[in-house]
């Protein structure tokens, strides 16, 4: 059984940098994908960054590209999505996801596995 922990999430100041850990066990790190999705109030989910083991490839949407780094620790089974110059906008719940399968990796749909989301807040 796939299970993710999200964390590191909590209060941060717009222009302010946050880094969050997803923590897998039970997942095949050599193929698939984990992604990182955020959705805000009255919105629907939204992918924010994905990591495809397969090819070890990296996405990232426009909203956070230049702004956001996707990087995995197999060691630790355990991947960081660490943003920078945060602003209101990136207020969210952020959950990560993994599976197996190839696909794009920034869309809900691929992934069968969710952790439970951990809640950011940037003040402006």
């Given amino acids: 059984e796939v299970q993710l922990q999200a964390s590191g999430g909590g209060l941060v100041q717009a222009g302010g940098s946050l880094r ?3 923590t897998v066990s039970g ?9 990182w999705f955020r959705q805000a109030p009255g919105k629907e989910r939204e992918g924010v960054s994905c990591l495809r083991r397969t090819d070890g490839n990296t996405y990232y949407s426009d ?3 230049g702004r956001a780094t996707i990087t995995s620790d197999s060691a630790k089974n355990t991947v960081y999505l ?3 110059s945060v602003k209101p906008e990136d207020t969210a719940v952020y959950f990560c996801a993994a599976d197996t399968r190839y696909g794009q990796c920034l869309t809900a749909p691929l992934y069968r596995s969710w952790g439970q989301g951990t809640l950011v807040t940037v003040s402006s």
């Fill in 20 to 22: 969050l850990s997803c």
């Fill in 27 to 35: 997942f095949t790190w050599k193929n698939g994908a984990i992604g």
């Fill in 63 to 65: 909203s956070v590209k």
């Fill in 82 to 84: 660490q943003m920078n």
